[in-house]
């Protein structure tokens, strides 16, 4: 949990157009709080050379760091990402900051400035964050005075301190959308169904060049927005539209990669931008395609009912009583049960799913039989895949009480992840074996291990990883100099 002080603690949305004066008595309510691209960084010019994606995630990585997120709208949606023209009705900037802010910071302000008229695309946008959160768009607009009276209140009210970092924020706020689902089995799709109203036809390049530009991508974050820029191309066409059908295999493959990554950030409570959203949307989609995906594709994978039954087990661990944690675990056996009917000679995934479903239940012999199959098929899949299966079958040992065999195998089952470039499969192990070195009565190499898996996790923004006790370690460790 490192802390962090930065005197430029509110970041001021990025819209520019005949709102530049608006812009400058809002900076001059406190120039030594609010971050505002043109005061902080005139790099971050498109004009200038500086490439879309560069500031994209300059933007985003500052609104990640803030502590407030201060948004004034009026009648703009933004310069595009593409550098389209505006009719062209590509993806903005300051939608990628709204979608930063929406989904994933705990505290936003949106403030509809008069007059306000906004453009279709703007509407639309709007329309979509109220879907993603509920109550951040104010119902009306309001005079510029009242604004400046309340973004001055806002900062008068807060004041710059030593603050943890932002995945505490996204932790907490998904934790509550998470307890909101009244109906776990309602068919809830991505963004809750909502497109684009816009009539131009999504841009199959740009989409492309947003997947082909993930190969190799190993922050989670940048693959996060990417993927969303890509969605949001998409959404002018939308799925469940059979005017649209060329599109679905697009709408497949963008889903996928954003339901792999919103799994590793840790999305699994979120409404509708989490991946259960995501998963429920793909087994629509694949319902509606003439032919699906290879079985053997990442995107397959995470389309199907077992990567549903891995994201009710991850929400029932979120679950704060006994009867909602069981109801989603119920959920998450039935999935899988289907999932491993449907599947044909690689099951190794869809048995260890079960198997930790099982555990959970405290099935320990029929999680133990699970993981066994799994590790022997594994096999033939190298020596990453038998790490993972290790690593579960180390959990059994350790709850029977094995605790040697279990440091063992978890201890080779980290290294050989690292060895075979998963890491993040690796931090996950790592967590287990601290676990495993604690109820040996061993506290400081269960301390080494879990800032090891901090800061893993943190360079690399696999935040599902992070629990509030490695972020106790870590900042117990800053205060004592270890």
């Not at 169904?193 to 997947?211: N, W, Y």
């Not at 048995?351 to 320990?364: A, K, N, P, T, V």
Request: charged share 30%; proline share 5%; glycine share 6%.
């Amino acid at each position: 949990m490192a802390q962090v002080f930065d005197p430029h603690d509110v970041f001021l949305s990025s819209a520019f157009r005949d709102f530049t004066e608006q812009r400058r008595r809002i900076c001059a309510l406190d120039p030594g709080r609010i971050w505002a691209v043109e005061n902080q960084r005139p790099d971050l010019d498109q004009t200038k050379g500086a490439s879309p994606f560069f500031i994209v995630d300059q933007l985003l990585a500052q609104i990640r760091q803030s502590r407030i997120v201060v948004c004034v709208l009026r009648d703009r949606y933004g310069t595009s990402v593409f550098g389209d023209a505006e009719e062209n009705e590509s993806v903005s900037f300051l939608e990628t900051e709204i979608y930063q802010a929406a989904v994933f910071h705990n505290n936003v302000r949106i403030f509809l400035m008069e007059p306000f008229s906004p453009s279709e695309k703007l509407k639309g946008l709007l329309d979509l964050v109220r879907v993603l959160r509920p109550g951040l768009v104010p119902d009306r607009a309001r005079p510029e005075r009242v604004i400046l009276d309340q973004i001055k209140r806002l900062l008068d009210s807060s004041g710059p301190t030593w603050r943890r970092a932002s995945r505490l924020s996204v932790r907490s706020l998904v934790g509550r959308l998470a307890l909101r689902r009244d109906d776990p089995n309602a068919p809830l799709e991505f963004l809750d169904g909502t497109f684009r109203t816009v009539r131009k036809m999504p841009d199959r390049e740009h989409i492309r060049f947003l997947l082909e530009g993930l190969a190799g991508e190993e922050s989670i974050e940048k693959r996060l927005t990417r993927t969303w820029i890509a969605i949001r191309e998409l959404g002018s066409a939308p799925y469940n539209d059979a005017k649209f059908k060329e599109y679905l295999p697009l709408w497949n493959d963008v889903l996928g990669v954003w339901s792999s990554a919103a799994a590793w950030y840790g999305l699994h409570g979120h409404l509708y931008a989490g991946r259960l959203a995501a998963v429920n949307s793909q087994l629509v989609i694949r319902s509606r395609m003439e032919s699906t995906a290879s079985r053997n594709t990442p995107n397959y994978i995470q389309g199907t009912k077992g990567a549903r039954a891995s994201e009710y087990y991850s929400i029932a661990k979120l679950m704060p009583n006994r009867a909602q944690r069981e109801h989603y675990l119920d959920l998450a056996e039935q999935d899988i049960g289907q999932a491993l009917q449907a599947a044909d000679d690689e099951p190794a995934g869809f048995l260890s799913i079960r198997g930790h479903i099982r555990f959970h239940q405290g099935r320990i012999e029929n999680a133990l039989e699970d993981f066994t199959k799994a590790r022997e098929l594994s096999e033939r899949r190298g020596p990453g895949a038998v790490a993972e299966t290790d690593a579960d079958l180390a959990l059994v040992y350790l709850r029977q009480g094995d605790a040697r065999k279990a440091l063992r195998m978890l201890r080779e089952s980290a290294a050989a992840l690292e060895n075979a470039n998963r890491p993040n499969f690796a931090i996950r192990v790592r967590k287990r074996l601290a676990f495993a070195l604690l109820k040996s009565g061993r506290p400081f190499q269960a301390w080494r291990e879990l800032e090891s898996a901090y800061e893993m996790a943190s360079d690399r923004q696999v935040f599902d990883q992070i629990t509030p006790t490695m972020e106790l370690v870590h900042w117990l460790g800053r205060q004592i100099g270890r």
